[in-house]
């Protein structure tokens, strides 16, 4: 991924992937009932829609003149609700994630800490039988990938923060290994004590802990990355991009706010952005 310095700190940038997009045409076909003007269409399948309607071709339409004029003369916006896309995004943080989360009209699908941070949970309990407990836990999670800072001496703090809130669980908590690892998995602990590179291996083979965040959730950082599908009709998306690609914007969703711009297709820019617009 793209690396970027702000206030002498290295981050990784998100990855941005167009998953769909419904077309223009349901949206025309939607402002065209509303006016019942389907004849003035420069579509030829609309035009004949009523009669004979052509999914195939509505949905491939690439332009729309009623659409532009009622975006950008009328600013009856409604009417392009009725198209949408959806992004699979890579690699943003849980900091940009509480504030993607407040534009309420979308669809929005994240990874799970709650379910997904085994492996972190396994690299502790495997350093307990390392010789350099914390050693041992930090290459393993730098080779994790975990976060959106790239700057290796900044993620030893990081990590040494993560490591020693497990150390405090771990010496008030009689319960630790039960509630971090899977019931099956339990009989490694012995079998693999003062080897802690064999039992982090059968703990990552083994079955994974269920719920395993709910015990270690308070671990995670605004800086941890995040995975997540978006899905926005454009009405939506045109209020992110305004308020998201901005110099008013934290720098790390605005990020996020370009790279989902730069894979969104030009006729939905030119419907939503002013610096693509025709009319």
Same mark, same amino acid.
């Given at each position: 991924?793209?690396?970027?310095?702000?206030?002498?700190?290295?981050? %990784?940038?998100?990855?941005?992937?167009? #998953?769909?997009?419904?077309?223009?045409?349901?949206?025309?076909?939607?402002?065209?009932? *509303?006016?019942?003007?389907?004849?003035?269409?420069?579509?030829? *399948?609309?035009?004949?829609?009523?009669?004979?309607?052509? %999914?195939?071709?509505?949905?491939?339409?690439?332009?729309?003149?009623?659409?532009?004029?009622?975006?950008?003369? =009328?600013?009856? =916006?409604?009417?392009?609700?009725?198209?949408?896309?959806?992004?699979?995004?890579?690699?943003?943080?849980?900091?940009?994630?509480?504030?993607?989360?407040? =534009?309420?009209?979308?669809?929005?699908?994240?990874?799970?800490?709650? &379910?997904?941070?085994?492996?972190?949970?396994?690299?502790?309990?495997?350093?307990?039988?390392?010789?350099?407990?914390?050693?041992?836990?930090?290459?393993?999670?730098?080779?994790?990938?975990?976060?959106?800072?790239?700057?290796?001496?900044?993620? /030893?703090?990081?990590?040494?923060?993560?490591?020693?809130?497990?150390?405090?669980?771990?010496?008030?908590? /009689?319960?630790?290994?039960?509630?971090?690892?899977?019931?099956?998995?339990?009989?490694? #602990?012995?079998?693999?004590?003062?080897?802690?590179?064999?039992?982090?291996?059968?703990?990552?083979?083994?079955?994974?802990k269920r719920n395993v965040g709910d015990a270690f959730? =308070?671990?995670?950082?605004?800086?941890?990355?995040?995975?997540?599908?978006? %899905?926005?009709?454009?009405?939506?998306?045109?209020?992110?991009?305004?308020?998201?690609?901005?110099?008013?914007?934290?720098?790390?969703?605005q990020w996020l706010a370009e790279a989902m711009k730069?894979? %969104?297709?030009?006729? &939905?820019?030119?419907?939503?952005?002013?610096k693509y617009k025709t009319v």
């Amino acid at each position: 991924m793209e690396t970027t310095q702000m206030y002498h700190i290295t981050y %990784t940038k998100p990855k941005v992937t167009l #998953l769909q997009e419904s077309g223009l045409g349901v949206a025309e076909i939607a402002a065209r009932t *509303c006016y019942d003007s389907f004849e003035n269409s420069e579509n030829q *399948c609309v035009k004949e829609a009523m009669e004979h309607l052509d %999914t195939d071709a509505i949905n491939a339409i690439e332009r729309s003149d009623l659409l532009a004029n009622l975006a950008w003369v =009328h600013h009856h =916006h409604s009417i392009i609700e009725h198209a949408t896309l959806s992004y699979l995004i890579q690699g943003t943080s849980r900091g940009v994630l509480q504030e993607h989360a407040r =534009h309420r009209i979308q669809a929005i699908s994240v990874r799970s800490t709650r &379910y997904t941070m085994s492996s972190v949970i396994n690299t502790f309990v495997a350093s307990l039988e390392a010789d350099d407990s914390f050693a041992f836990f930090l290459e393993k999670l730098l080779a994790l990938d975990l976060f959106v800072i790239a700057d290796e001496e900044y993620l /030893a703090i990081e990590i040494r923060a993560i490591y020693d809130k497990l150390r405090f669980q771990y010496s008030k908590d /009689a319960n630790f290994l039960k509630n971090a690892v899977a019931k099956s998995s339990l009989p490694f #602990l012995d079998a693999h004590k003062n080897n802690a590179q064999v039992l982090y291996e059968a703990l990552e083979c083994g079955k994974k802990k269920r719920n395993v965040g709910d015990a270690f959730k =308070h671990i995670v950082s605004d800086n941890w990355k995040v995975d997540m599908v978006v %899905t926005f009709n454009i009405r939506s998306l045109k209020n992110y991009f305004d308020l998201r690609d901005s110099g008013a914007a934290w720098f790390q969703i605005q990020w996020l706010a370009e790279a989902m711009k730069a894979v %969104t297709p030009l006729k &939905y820019l030119q419907l939503i952005d002013k610096k693509y617009k025709t009319v």
